[in-house]
């Protein structure tokens, strides 16, 4: 899974791996990410509102993620 900002910052990484069973959704993933990766939850109050593209499109929780499919965390980005 692909990470950026200040997640990948916080994990001195530009990607992190998940495991998650055969026909995972979105949701699935999201719960995975916060259990298998505690230094992410801050990026993740709530795997309900989180938000992942898949093959670089946003998807929703119910979208099935498939073996091989590009899957990225996207997070709430600050500036101004």
Same mark, same amino acid.
Request: charged fraction near 20%.
């Given at each position: 899974?692909? !990470?950026? =900002?200040? %997640?990948?910052?916080? *994990?001195? %990484?530009?990607? $992190?791996? $998940? %495991?998650?069973?055969?026909? +995972? *959704? $979105?949701?699935?993933?999201l @719960? %995975?990410?916060?259990?298998?990766?505690? =230094?992410?939850?801050? +990026?993740?109050?709530?795997?309900? *509102?989180?938000?992942? +593209? @898949?093959?670089? +499109?946003?998807?929703?929780?119910?979208?099935e @993620?498939?073996?091989?499919?590009? $899957?990225?965390? !996207? *997070?709430?980005?600050? =500036? =101004?």
């Open positions: 899974m692909l !990470i950026f =900002g200040a %997640a990948a910052m916080n *994990t001195k %990484a530009d990607r $992190v791996t $998940v %495991a998650v069973g055969v026909r +995972a *959704t $979105v949701r699935d993933v @719960v %995975a990410l916060r259990e298998q990766h505690p =230094g992410l939850r801050f +990026a993740l109050p709530n795997p309900d *509102t989180g938000r992942l +593209a @898949v093959n670089q +499109a946003f998807a929703r929780g119910d979208h @993620v498939k073996a091989g499919d590009e $899957v990225a965390l !996207i *997070t709430l980005l600050g =500036g =101004g």
